[in-house]
């Protein structure tokens, strides 16, 4: 089994259900990221989301929007981001790395040497947010080469056709937008969601693990959601402290790693 696939057989194993935490990666600097991606794992996340800061981050509201900035600022990109993941899988190599961000860095690196990078960095999967699997033949070609698994997003407008691609194309997990429209936005219905899982389960024979993200913003949310997907994925509300740190000129790491704890016990 590859890293996720043995992160979700442990998590069932533990009857327990899988933290995703999205960062984004160089903020609000390279090494204060690097030290929040560690201590969000040492409190209990099974995996981290890498975001590669972007100029034009559609699908993220405002927090992620402003992490992308600060990390811009910063120097981050595509390459800061690879570097982050290679730094954080020498000092932990359990841990799931997933590079989540948009297609046009990797066009303009190449899938092909984009994949072998991210290979070479520790990066167990990559969710291009813009980027479909029934228009990515060659991506998908070039991560199958490097052993990079692929997270398709799946989405309340979805049909059964492209659930079934997903559930064929994916190598980790598959990832569940619980609403239509961008990050941040507090999830106000759960029912939906849980038919909506319903139906990929059926629509892909529960080939993969299935997590849903977007609206999850604390301990309660993350057990509602748990209670019937695989994962949970917490990504505004854990760059929301990040924020306030820089705002108020603290360091972030032990805020992120109590609430980090907190949504991990949540899901036990």
Request: a negative charge; aromatic letters at 6%.
């Given at each position: 089994?590859?890293?996720?696939?043995?992160?979700?057989?442990?998590?069932?194993?533990?009857?327990?259900?899988?933290?995703?935490?999205?960062?984004?990666?160089?903020?609000?600097?390279?090494?204060?990221?690097?030290?929040?991606?560690?201590?969000?794992?040492?409190?209990?996340?099974?995996?981290?989301?890498?975001?590669?800061?972007?100029?034009?981050?559609?699908?993220?509201?405002?927090?992620?929007?402003?992490?992308?900035?600060?990390?811009?600022?910063?120097?981050?990109?595509?390459?800061?981001?690879?570097?982050?993941?290679?730094?954080?899988?020498?000092?932990?190599?359990?841990?799931?790395?997933?590079?989540?961000?948009?297609?046009?860095?990797?066009?303009?690196?190449?899938?092909?040497?984009?994949?072998?990078?991210?290979?070479?960095?520790?990066?167990?999967?990559?969710?291009?947010?813009?980027?479909?699997?029934?228009?990515?033949?060659?991506?998908?070609?070039?991560?199958?080469?490097?052993?990079?698994?692929?997270?398709?997003?799946?989405?309340?407008?979805?049909?059964?056709?492209?659930?079934?691609?997903?559930?064929?194309?994916?190598?980790?997990?598959?990832?569940?937008?619980?609403?239509?429209?961008?990050?941040?936005?507090?999830?106000?219905?759960?029912?939906?969601?849980?038919?909506?899982?319903?139906?990929?389960?059926a629509a892909t024979g529960?080939?993969?693990?299935?997590?849903?993200?977007?609206?999850?913003?604390?301990?309660?949310?993350?057990?509602?959601?748990?209670?019937?997907?695989?994962?949970?994925v917490v990504g505004s509300?854990?760059?929301?402290?990040?924020?306030?740190?820089?705002?108020?000129?603290?360091?972030?790491?032990?805020?992120?790693?109590?609430?980090?704890?907190?949504?991990?016990?949540?899901?036990?």
């Amino acid at each position: 089994m590859n890293r996720l696939e043995k992160i979700f057989a442990r998590c069932r194993a533990e009857h327990r259900k899988a933290l995703v935490v999205y960062l984004t990666a160089v903020d609000p600097d390279f090494d204060t990221s690097r030290r929040l991606v560690l201590a969000a794992a040492a409190a209990g996340a099974d995996v981290i989301e890498v975001g590669v800061p972007w100029s034009d981050p559609s699908a993220d509201g405002l927090a992620i929007q402003a992490a992308m900035q600060r990390a811009l600022a910063a120097g981050g990109g595509l390459g800061r981001a690879l570097a982050l993941c290679r730094a954080v899988r020498a000092e932990n190599p359990d841990v799931g790395l997933v590079l989540f961000g948009y297609a046009n860095p990797i066009v303009v690196t190449g899938p092909d040497e984009f994949a072998r990078q991210a290979h070479q960095a520790g990066v167990d999967a990559v969710l291009c947010v813009d980027w479909p699997p029934d228009e990515a033949p060659e991506l998908l070609a070039a991560l199958g080469k490097n052993d990079v698994g692929f997270i398709p997003l799946l989405a309340p407008t979805s049909t059964p056709p492209r659930a079934m691609l997903a559930g064929q194309t994916a190598k980790g997990f598959i990832y569940y937008v619980s609403m239509t429209g961008i990050t941040g936005v507090k999830l106000a219905d759960l029912e939906s969601p849980r038919q909506q899982i319903a139906a990929i389960r059926a629509a892909t024979g529960d080939r993969q693990p299935i997590v849903v993200g977007f609206g999850i913003t604390n301990a309660a949310d993350a057990r509602a959601i748990g209670a019937f997907a695989d994962g949970v994925v917490v990504g505004s509300a854990a760059v929301r402290i990040v924020e306030k740190a820089v705002a108020d000129k603290t360091d972030p790491a032990p805020a992120l790693a109590a609430f980090v704890k907190e949504l991990a016990e949540a899901l036990r």
